[in-house]
């Protein structure tokens, strides 16, 4: 069935594209209010967060992104926490995602944690900094069923606002993918918008260079410590699809050293992608 059209509302409270944004579908009872770090003290003087209601805390590092998936029954309480809290500095800007009707009880915002957190793992786009697990709350089966309609609304409002941590990594035709090799390690990928994929199954060298630099080390180890490395056969491998920022950081890992990723990732026909994609034929 062919995709309907949908029309999104973007309200900008003081005029600022980069600042504070209330987002919503017109007919949909879900809003979505973004809000930047450096401007808490800003979205304190409006009441659209001060509800029950889920949120997710969005940073970026060199190298990847981050996130903080979380519920409150006071969201506005909760970020003047966050913004507070020594351990929560990787984040840049926030999302909360309350109900228009006022419909979310304290169960209900637990189940769409849950529910968020799991497909956050699933599409496996952001490190995902909860300490904890979320778990899933008793509910009847038409309120799930509610709850679920209103997650597909997060997670399109998510993507608007250029958060698509719900969206699934989808692997591109033969032609589009590009190989990254090294002295035993094979990877594939897929240079997109969003940055670089390296495809599940793709092989790493297992030891770093003597040059490597500590940001490449750094960035293996907590590739490791997350499960989405794993050492195999005398290499590392890719347990699931991951988006790198950048060629080069994904080109590091899979090398074990510092790599210019627009020259090592390359096409099957043997062009690099600094050919296809920065430096095209007239």
């Known amino acids: 069935m062919k995709s309907k059209g949908k029309t999104i509302q973007i309200y900008l409270p003081d005029g600022n594209p980069r600042g504070i944004k209330i987002v919503d579908i017109t007919s949909r009872t879900v809003q979505a209010v973004l809000v930047p770090r450096a401007m808490i003290d800003e979205i304190t003087k409006r009441k659209e967060i ?18 903080y998936i979380g519920e409150a029954e006071n969201c506005l309480t909760r970020l003047k926490q966050h913004n507070k809290d020594p351990k929560k500095d990787f984040w840049t800007h926030a999302v909360v995602y309350i109900s228009k009707t006022q419909f979310f009880t304290k169960t209900h915002i637990k189940f769409l944690e849950w529910l968020s957190y799991e497909h956050a793992i699933k599409a496996n786009r952001y490190i995902l900094e909860n300490g904890n697990i979320p778990t899933k709350p008793h509910l009847s089966e038409s309120v799930e069923a509610d709850l679920y309609d209103n997650f597909e609304t997060i997670q399109i409002l998510s993507s608007t606002l ?27 990928g897929e240079y997109s918008e969003d940055g670089l994929v390296v495809f599940s199954g793709s092989t790493c060298n297992l030891e770093e260079t003597k040059t490597a630099g500590s940001w490449v080390i750094n960035m293996r180890a907590k590739l490791l410590i997350k499960g989405i490395l794993v050492e195999d056969n005398n290499l590392y491998k890719f347990t699931s699809d991951y988006i790198f920022s950048s060629p080069s950081a994904a080109a590091a ?15 099957k026909n043997g062009k690099t992608l600094d050919e296809v994609k920065r430096s095209p034929s007239e």
Request: charge should be neutral; hydrophobic fraction near 40%.
């Open 50 to 67: 001060d509800t029950v209601g889920i949120y997710i805390l969005f940073g970026s590092g060199d190298t990847h992104s981050f996130s």
């Open 162 to 188: 250029s958060y698509p941590i719900f969206d699934i990594i989808k692997k591109p035709t033969i032609k589009e993918i590009i190989e990254c090799k090294g002295k035993q390690a094979y990877a594939e």
């Open 253 to 267: 890992v899979v090398l074990g050293r510092s790599a210019n990723g627009w020259l090592e990732w390359k096409f």
